[in-house]
């Protein structure tokens, strides 16, 4: 596929000239402080201060403008007023500027007529071909080279240092907070990106220049609004190609969150549950808030994440405290990692090692002894070190000082870990203990809930990026026609009403190979009652009218009809009911009264972003209160909605509890294929689907499609 990387973005993450226009004395103003730091922190490049009225600024010799500097800058600081940027952005074409930084605020974000002339200077720059950060941006640092072209306080205050990391977001706080907190353990960052308004370069295409770095480790991302999911999915394809992991965390969960974000941007907000479904699809680990964001760090880099055959989440706690070991066990035990079963050999071994009266099980308890016998903490790592049922560990250093050798601690595990290969955490609240491991390289905690957090982000991690390089081998492997889908050869219906008949809908699915009820539709009553000698003794009579698609609350279903008398005044009554409606009436649908072991909800919906998006949900007439469901993006495959289903809340009861069989999962999985190929094949045509129920036998019995109604997109209701 073609890079979407921008050449004109990388460069301005590796400037080797930088103009900074509206350059000024005081280090404490947005026009001072990049010019401050430049120098500061040490950038080797050639810095042009802008500002007409001095011939220095901050001992640097200033110039006019941008055409009277001696040489071409691969990047701008615009830190002018509002109504001056346009006029800048003319000055970077003419002088053949490819990309600024527009710090500028008083556009998109300050409401209506900010949006309009944050739309005008985006068109002006894309016809002039300057590419632009901002505006409103805090802007980009690269510490590797003190690049930093950035206001922020926080470097004052905190050291940079080069590392790793990336650090890219639409928010100027949510891009320090990480990175302080990520300081204060020692872990350095080369670039930090905060990209204000996303007007032009969106906080995914930084994203993507910065991930472009072969020696980037970890991507980590603040998104108030997620406009172009195919750049993030880029960087995630990028970033896993070569081991390394994005963190992202996406603000607007709640009512009042989304509304923050948009008002803080200025942008559209995105159905969140959506966007959960996209970032797992693409291998990223959401967040719920900038301590989740930072805290596993440390453990990623030392281990990281890998797509293993097999989920890694087989955990062994050690510590020579019985309680922390208890606390271990319960933290893991709520986030669903399960302790590791110690095999024969490795419990023998450490039979040996320990005091008598400690037992060797998982958590390990090395009891008070530690103090006193110098080599058991190295030699208990020995015998752990042989379980192959081990996935990942934890060491738990409660208190340590006179009489621990900590440094040997540190030592020791620092050579079990790099032996094993398998993510070790440490936690220890003393910081004097924490420094001792953390210089050793070993990943530190100060609370073991923290570790667990980590050791668990790790393991669901690793399955989220087995799963999306899945989706891409099987992706590849369509595309190059091994693994191919027939193409739909379903036709929508012409008409112009906004919804299909229940019968539309119904056939259009069953053409589409999904198993439907039994029905007629029947436009007399010598119809209906011949419909119910064939599909009887029990069936369902519904009115049938493209324009009632909820026939429910307007009494038009009938259940349980069971005689050629009830056909008729169920007739009868569908009939005057939809008169008195005002509407076309269709006729009726007689239905076989079929019964199943549970009832499932399935939807579809077209989002302008994320494409063809598939819901299924628990059935009944709970479904929106309970809100037991799962979203999948199309494509996915059969297994991916039998994953899905294994997170509902209501999924023991689905395998099967107190002598029930177990429910045919297979046949709701092929339908939610099949309902989104469906949709996906007719995107400008159909904008949503909704089936429910969707009732499902015993393993093995199948599924059917009871009820149904299909909207048409609103442009395209006369075609078919």
Not at 169 to 193: C, D, F, H, K
Not at 216 to 240: H, K
Not at 284 to 292: K, L, T
Not at 412 to 417: E, I, L, P, S, V
Request: with cysteine; net charge negative.
């Amino acid at each position: 596929m073609a890079s979407l990387l921008d050449p004109r973005l990388q460069q301005a993450f590796a400037p080797r000239r930088i103009a900074v226009v509206g350059a000024t004395e005081d280090r404490n103003k947005v026009g001072g402080r990049p010019l401050h730091y430049l120098q500061r922190f040490g950038f080797q490049g050639a810095v042009y201060p802008i500002n007409p009225k001095r011939a220095t600024v901050q001992g640097l010799q200033a110039y006019p403008s941008l055409d009277a500097v001696p040489e071409t800058p691969d990047v701008a600081i615009v830190a002018v007023g509002q109504d001056a940027v346009p006029g800048v952005i003319d000055q970077c074409a003419a002088r053949g500027v490819a990309a600024a930084i527009i710090m500028s605020s008083g556009f998109g974000e300050t409401g209506s007529a900010g949006v309009a002339l944050q739309h005008a200077l985006v068109a002006q720059a894309r016809r002039l071909g300057v590419r632009l950060v901002g505006p409103n941006a805090q802007g980009v640092a690269n510490f590797s080279t003190g690049a930093v072209m950035n206001f922020s306080t926080m470097f004052m205050e905190v050291a940079p240092q080069d590392g790793p990391i990336a650090i890219v977001s639409q928010s100027g706080a949510a891009s320090v907070m990480p990175y302080a907190m990520l300081r204060e353990r020692g872990i350095g960052v080369r670039y930090l990106v905060a990209s204000g308004n996303d007007a032009d370069a969106s906080v995914c295409e930084l994203a993507l220049a910065a991930a472009a770095d072969p020696e980037i480790r970890v991507v980590l991302m603040y998104i108030e609004s997620l406009g172009d999911p195919a750049m993030l999915a880029e960087v995630a394809r990028l970033t896993a190609a070569r081991g390394a992991t994005v963190i992202a965390l996406k603000s607007g969960r709640s009512a009042h969150g989304a509304k923050a974000a948009a008002s803080h941007t200025g942008a559209i907000v995105n159905d969140d549950v959506v966007v959960d479904a996209f970032l797992e699809r693409h291998g990223i680990w959401r967040a719920n808030d900038v301590h989740g964001l930072v805290n596993a760090v440390e453990l990623y880099l030392a281990a990281p994440p890998r797509p293993a055959e097999r989920r890694a989440e087989r955990l062994v706690v050690m510590s020579h405290s019985g309680a922390v070991g208890v606390l271990c066990a319960d933290a893991a035990e709520s986030l669903g990692l399960p302790l590791a079963e110690l095999g024969e050999p490795v419990v023998k071994a450490l039979a040996a090692i320990m005091p008598s009266f400690a037992t060797p099980q998982n958590p390990v308890d090395l009891t008070a002894s530690l103090m006193t016998k110098g080599g058991m903490y190295a030699d208990t790592l020995g015998a752990l070190a042989a379980d192959p049922q081990a996935d990942m560990f934890l060491v738990g250093v409660p208190v340590a000082g006179e009489g621990y050798d900590v440094p040997g601690m540190a030592r020791d595990t620092a050579r079990f870990a790099a032996a094993r290969g398998k993510p070790t955490a440490v936690s220890a609240p003393q910081a004097s203990v924490r420094q001792a491991f953390r210089e050793a390289g070993v990943p530190v905690f100060a609370h073991e809930t923290d570790a667990i957090g980590a050791l668990h982000q790790w393991s669901r991690h690793g399955t989220l990026l087995r799963q999306a390089a899945t989706r891409s081998s099987s992706s590849s492997s369509s595309s190059n026609g091994s693994a191919s889908t027939a193409p739909h050869t379903t036709r929508m219906p012409a008409g112009d009403a906004p919804f299909l008949s229940e019968a539309q809908s119904l056939s259009l699915l069953a053409e589409a190979g999904i198993p439907v009820v039994a029905h007629r539709l029947c436009r007399t009553v010598e119809e209906a009652v011949a419909a119910w000698q064939a599909l009887g003794p029990e069936v369902v009579v519904k009115a049938c009218s493209a324009q009632v698609p909820h026939k429910s609350e307007h009494g038009l279903v009938f259940l349980g009809v069971r005689s050629a008398g009830d056909i008729a005044a169920s007739w009868t009554a569908c009939s005057e009911r939809i008169a008195a409606m005002g509407v076309p009436f269709d006729g009726v649908i007689v239905a076989q009264r079929v019964r199943g072991q549970r009832e499932f909800a399935l939807g579809v919906r077209q989002d302008p972003l994320f494409g063809t998006v598939v819901m299924v949900s628990d059935g009944g007439k709970y479904v929106e209160a309970l809100r037991d469901f799962v979203v999948l993006l199309h494509p996915f495959s059969e297994a991916d909605v039998l994953a899905k289903l294994r997170t509902l809340r209501i999924a023991p009861v689905l395998a099967g509890v107190r002598g029930d069989a177990p429910t045919d999962l297979d046949a709701v999985a092929r339908t939610a294929v099949a309902l989104g190929a469906l949709a996906a094949a007719h995107p400008q045509a159909i904008a949503s689907i909704d089936l429910n129920p969707l009732i499902v036998g015993a393993a093995g019995q199948g599924g059917w499609a009871v009820d149904a109604v299909i909207e048409r997109q609103e442009e395209t209701h006369a075609h078919p």
